[in-house]
């Protein structure tokens, strides 16, 4: 079994457990770094470089994105 086919069964069998449903995979332990590193102030570049993404990554760069409207949201600390 390959490192990302271990990883997509650990994140299916965490997800199962925990009663989340949807779609769950190896990438979204990935993109869920991105968002959370990103959320906690880390330098993007550094983001990039510790998930194997390419410097200037457009992929990585929608996850950011994401992690700065979460952010940002009118949402937060209102207690919805």
Do not use: Q
Request: with cysteine; net charge positive.
């Amino acid at each position: 079994m390959t490192p990302l086919a271990a990883a997509a069964e650990v994140a299916e069998r965490l997800a199962a457990a925990a009663g989340l449903t949807g779609a769950w995979s190896g990438h979204s332990l990935r993109r869920g770094f991105a968002t959370a590193a990103c959320a906690a102030g880390h330098d993007p570049l550094e983001i990039a470089r510790a998930g194997g993404w390419a410097d200037g990554s457009r992929v990585l760069a929608r996850y950011l994105d994401d992690a700065d409207r979460m952010k940002n949201s009118p949402l937060v600390g209102i207690r919805l």
